[in-house]
């Protein structure tokens, strides 16, 4: 007997089962597999026994034979019944920063000038189906029972549940309805952390071909049509902008992100006030300045960060991981 996977692809989420290919076949064209291939494995994945898997959708005798919609019918049961979806494993891409980025932002202790160490960054925003995978694990930040002071009462309110996505989230969506602190502690739970604003920033600045098109007017024009569509659409799936030179989706025309220092980003409604000692006073070393107000996207984006709490949670705010690069330089 040989062991093949079956692979089988149910709302844009990959569900595979390891199944036993039996050395007898039934007559006609497509193999069959006995029920007692099916390891024990793919239950244990969703958490639930053997017998359980029986109570939920009963198999066929042994002497009958599994085809693979079959095993697509029995893995969709089990994501109906509310079984962890089976989330893919966060792919990164590595980026080689920059000693001298220049940034929109002009902090009072800069000039506009930072260096970016090398790191890496996951390619797309965290989905529902992995935001589900880490509550299933980390009872704490379930629905319902994180704290309040980390999570305000619209966390993750387009859930069905706490432990169920439902209609309004489907599992390659991007996750929204999330805090600064909730995402932090996904991060952290993958041995990573939110990207700081100057890592996200120099990523934004790639397109598919330049590791910063932000001269570039079409460039700019692109980015800015995202802000004119309505924000009453559902969320695209995940991946499915086009990858910049990096090899990284969706930082434009998904979700807004949260970045590690989001608090420290203060931008005045007036631009004759930046600058003004008032606000260097509230801040202190992040106070800070546009430098290029002409990228009027990346400056609504610091506006809607700089107007969030650390608790808040809203249906266009996601976020993604970073992580530093083996042996790079602080």
């Given at each position: 007997m040989s062991v093949q996977l079956a692979t089988v692809s149910l709302v844009g989420v990959p569900f595979i089962a390891a199944v036993r290919l039996s050395a007898h076949r039934t007559t006609g064209s497509s193999s069959r597999w006995p029920r007692s291939g099916l390891r024990d494995s793919t239950a244990a994945g969703a958490g639930l026994s053997r017998e359980s898997c029986r109570g939920v959708n009963p198999l066929p005798h042994e002497s009958q034979r599994l085809t693979a919609p079959s095993v697509a019918a029995l893995l969709l049961s089990l994501l109906l019944l509310g079984a962890p979806a089976f989330a893919a494993e966060p792919e990164w891409a590595a980026l080689p920063g920059a000693e001298s980025f220049t940034s929109v932002l002009r902090f009072e202790d800069s000039d506009g000038k930072v260096r970016v160490a090398p790191f890496e960054l996951m390619t797309t925003p965290v989905s529902n189906a992995q935001f589900l995978a880490f509550v299933t694990t980390h009872a704490e930040w379930r629905r319902g029972t994180a704290p309040v002071i980390f999570a305000e009462a619209r966390?993750?309110?387009?859930?069905?549940?706490?432990?169920?996505?439902?209609?309004?989230?489907?599992?390659?969506?991007?996750?929204?309805?999330?805090?600064?602190?909730?995402?932090?502690?996904?991060?952290?739970?993958?041995?990573?952390?939110?990207?700081?604003?100057?890592?996200?920033?120099?990523?934004?600045?790639?397109?598919?071909?330049?590791?910063?098109?932000?001269?570039?007017?079409?460039?700019?024009?692109?980015?800015?049509?995202?802000?004119?569509?309505?924000?009453?659409?559902?969320?695209?799936?995940?991946?499915?902008?086009?990858?910049?030179?990096?090899?990284?989706?969706?930082?434009?025309?998904?979700?807004?992100?949260?970045?590690?220092?989001?608090?420290?980003?203060?931008?005045?409604?007036?631009?004759?006030?930046?600058?003004?000692?008032?606000?260097?006073?509230?801040?202190?070393?992040?106070?800070?300045?546009?430098?290029?107000?002409?990228?009027?996207?990346?400056?609504?984006?610091?506006?809607?960060?700089?107007?969030l709490e650390a608790d808040d949670t809203t249906g266009n705010v996601g976020f993604r991981c970073a992580r530093d690069s083996a042996g790079a330089r602080p």
């Open positions: 966390y993750l309110e387009n859930w069905s549940g706490p432990l169920s996505l439902g209609a309004q989230a489907m599992p390659q969506q991007p996750v929204t309805q999330v805090s600064w602190f909730a995402a932090q502690a996904y991060c952290e739970a993958q041995g990573a952390r939110l990207p700081t604003w100057a890592e996200w920033e120099y990523a934004a600045a790639a397109d598919a071909t330049r590791n910063d098109a932000r001269s570039d007017p079409e460039w700019r024009e692109r980015i800015l049509a995202w802000y004119s569509k309505p924000s009453n659409e559902a969320l695209a799936l995940v991946g499915q902008g086009e990858a910049d030179i990096h090899g990284v989706h969706d930082l434009h025309g998904l979700v807004w992100e949260w970045v590690e220092d989001y608090a420290a980003m203060l931008v005045s409604s007036d631009n004759r006030q930046q600058l003004d000692p008032d606000l260097l006073q509230f801040c202190g070393a992040g106070a800070l300045s546009t430098d290029d107000r002409e990228n009027y996207a990346v400056l609504m984006r610091i506006a809607m960060l700089s107007a």
